[in-house]
């Protein structure tokens, strides 16, 4: 194409970030704002041209020597990615409108980290080149690392280091399998090359192919996270503002699922087969654990983390599976989930920020002080429990049809997910919403939502009731990345029995 787009889509809120280093300490806000809105109306203007049948590709040589392209595309997998970056970032800002200074962290310093995750997260979900997309997925890291640690509660450096050091670790076990990738792509074409394209061409080892995945899936199952590498996401959301924890469980954790999709089975097809039953159990005990853990727990912060910590476990479950079912919901649960925990985490915040404490039991009685922000949390949990009707319902049942048709004990244990999921949301409702006020929540619960507030919530609860009743929206989109894994793995949708289709 002549005009770059994906390349200027990243650019935006990169340039944003950098005006933010101007003295402008009155408009820092507003102008955050505005290049976040210019950033999801450049989004949705390529959207436009890519269901209208363009061809968005970018492909230029940057590091000849190691066969390192600056390579950029857009599938619909990366497209709904992209959308829900674009459209939780303006979410969160607005939700930390009010953010106050914390030491030497100002809330322009906040804008500017947000600005510049967003635009390293695109460029992470547009990568077509293995060494670029590993760059990107460790630059994350930075702002990332800078907006726990910057703000947050009193424990905060302690928990972005913990998230940094638990991400390095997995990012270095990667590092080498991307050394690895330029040996074996150098003996096997007779010039290096990391463009994602040129690689899935090639028939690696078997041994070979499987080491050089399992670095990968690593740095993506720590990423995820999963169970028992999940460690790290509790505390890290604990100490982090609401809007950090949006956009590391919403949008940074998901790099993990989508890239075991982009590159795990489209690198390595033969090793992610191999690799499938020991995901599998991961990913149940993922779902169980995190539900039971959220059960337990006494922080509402703690408790989202693991939800999320369960809801990943789906993901995972989702993909290897090797259904269309399955990956198809795996990858609308990636964008369903982003929207309801984000509205968990606001509203939670908004609560804590009245309540002054983030624990379970200093709650009770709220709905009849702020029945407003009772019936946001309420809605948000309902969708994090997948009630029918909200778009997590959608793809957490094709997760598990598509578990059912391969080993329907899987899908089976999955399903005590679900019904644990119903327990530790009601429970949570139940213990801090109903029942009399308590004296802090009387003292403290001085007014309702704010309009502001209101602004905040009502486009995340609208979306998840839209992608409720018209999934096709994003699924139309996902089918064909779905349709071409599932064909690059070589695996086929099971089928029933002779004498079974007419029954």
Known sequence: MTVPWLTLLGLVPLIGAGALLLPVKELARYLGMFFALLTAVAAIVITGM??????????????????????????????????????????????EWKLESVGRWTPQAFVALVLLLESLSIYTFLAADVLLFYLFFEATLIPMYFLIGGFGGPQRAYAAMKFLLFSLAGGLVMLISVVGIYVYSYRLLGVPSYLLADLMKLTMPTDVGRWLMVGFLVAFIVKAPMVPVHTWLPTATEQSTPGTSVLLVGILDKIGTFGMIKFCLGLFPEASTWVAPVMVAMALVSILYGAIAAIGSTDLLRLIAYTSVSHFGFMVLGIYTFTTAGISGSIFYMVNHGFSTAALFLVVGMLIARRGSSKVADFGGVQKVAPVLAGFLLLAGLSGLALPGMSSFVSEFMVMAGAWSRQPWVAALAALGTVLAAVYIMRMYQRTMTGPVTDGVAERFTHDASMREKWVVAPLVAVILLLGFLPNLALGVIQPTTEQTLSHVGVTDPVAPLGEEGK
Request: net charge negative.
């Open 50 to 95: 890519q269901l209208g049948g363009a061809t968005l590709a970018e492909q230029v040589p940057w590091m000849p020597t190691f066969g390192a392209w600056w390579a950029l595309n857009l599938d619909g997998m990366g497209l709904v990615m992209v959308l829900l970056t674009v459209a939780l970032t303006p979410v969160v800002l607005l939700a």
